[in-house]
C-alpha cells in the first residue's frame, strides 16, 4: 500500500518567507508525528497528533513554527518569518497509534533558507 | 526528559559482525526502536525492544536491558549495503507516543 508521502521533496526560499510542508500519512493511522533533521543528526522531536489535536507540542522551537491536522489525516507545518537555521531535512511519520506499533516515515521535505 | 547516547561513527569488515551500542537515562521507558537510515533516504524500522533480552530477526538481533539503560543492535555477515546511519529511539511511557531519537551511528561496511 502508499507510505507516508511528503510534499515538497525539496523547497528554497528566502530568509523572512512563510512555508507550507505537507504530510499525507499512512491511510487508517490516526498518530502522526513531525521532525526535524540536520546533516549528521538524529530526528529532533518537533510535534505529535493523536487524531485532529496535537497530544505533544513540546518539540517546537518557537512560535514561528505551527502544525495542523485539521481531519485526522493530512498535517501541514507552517513556519512563519524563516530563517537560515531553519534549514534542515523535515520528516514527517505515521503509526497506528498501538503502544507497541513502529514509526513509518516519508521521505521528507529538504528546507534550504537562502 | 531523555538523553540517549550512540557512537557516532564505526568501521567494519563485509562478512563479520558488528555491535552497535546504545544508553539511555530517561524520565520513562516504554520501549526501544531501532532504525536504519541511508544517506538521503527515510529511516527504516528494524526492531523494537520492550522487555530485556534478545530478540533476532535474520542477521540482525537487538539486545535490552531495561535496569542498565542499555541496548545494543547486532549485524551479522555484513554486507557493504549495511552501511548506513542506524538510529536508537526511545518510546516515552506517557500515551506511549512520544519517541526521542538518539544522533546515530554511521556504520561503514569496508572490503
Known amino acids: 500500500g502508499a507510505g507516508v508521502s511528503q510534499t515538497p521533496s525539496n523547497k528554497v526560499t528566502e530568509k523572512g518567507k512563510y512555508v507550507e510542508l505537507r504530510c499525507d500519512p499512512i491511510s487508517g493511522h490516526t498518530a502522526l508525528y513531525w521532525y526535524r533533521q540536520s546533516l549528521g543528526q538524529g530526528p529532533e522531536f518537533l510535534i505529535y497528533?493523536?487524531?485532529?489535536?496535537?497530544?505533544?507540542d513540546s518539540g517546537l522551537p518557537n512560535d514561528r513554527f505551527f502544525a495542523v491536522r485539521p481531519e485526522g489525516s493530512v498535517s501541514t507545518l507552517k513556519i512563519q518569518r524563516t530563517e537560515r537555521g531553519d534549514s534542515a531535512v523535515y520528516l514527517c511519520?505515521?503509526?497506528?497509534?498501538?503502544?507497541?506499533?513502529?514509526?513509518?516515515f516519508g521521505n521528507g521535505t529538504r528546507l534550504t533558507v537562502t | 526528559g531523555q538523553n540517549i547516547d550512540q557512537p557516532t561513527e564505526m568501521t567494519a569488515t563485509e562478512g563479520a559482525i558488528v555491535q552497535i551500542n546504545c544508553t539511555y537515562q530517561?524520565?520513562?521507558?516504554?520501549?526501544l526502536f531501532w532504525y536504519q537510515q541511508h544517506a538521503g533516504e527515510a529511516p527504516t524500522f528494524l526492531s523494537y525492544?520492550?522487555?530485556?533480552g534478545l530478540e533476532e530477526k535474520g542477521r540482525f538481533s537487538s539486545f535490552l536491558s531495561r535496569s542498565k539503560g542499555y541496548s545494543y543492535l547486532l549485524l551479522k555477515e555484513l554486507q557493504m549495503k549495511d552501511s548506513a546511519s542506524y538510529l536508537c529511539?526511545?518510546?516515552?511511557?506517557?500515551?506511549?507516543?512520544?519517541?526521542?531519537f538518539g544522533t546515530g551511528t554511521k556504520l561503514q561496511v569496508i572490503p
Open positions: 525492544n520492550v522487555l530485556d
Open positions: 497528533f493523536q487524531g485532529t489535536g496535537a497530544a505533544d
Open positions: 529511539a526511545v518510546r516515552d511511557p506517557r500515551g506511549y507516543q512520544k519517541v526521542t
Open positions: 530517561t524520565s520513562g521507558f516504554n520501549g
Open positions: 511519520a505515521s503509526s497506528p497509534g498501538q503502544w507497541n506499533s513502529p514509526l513509518h
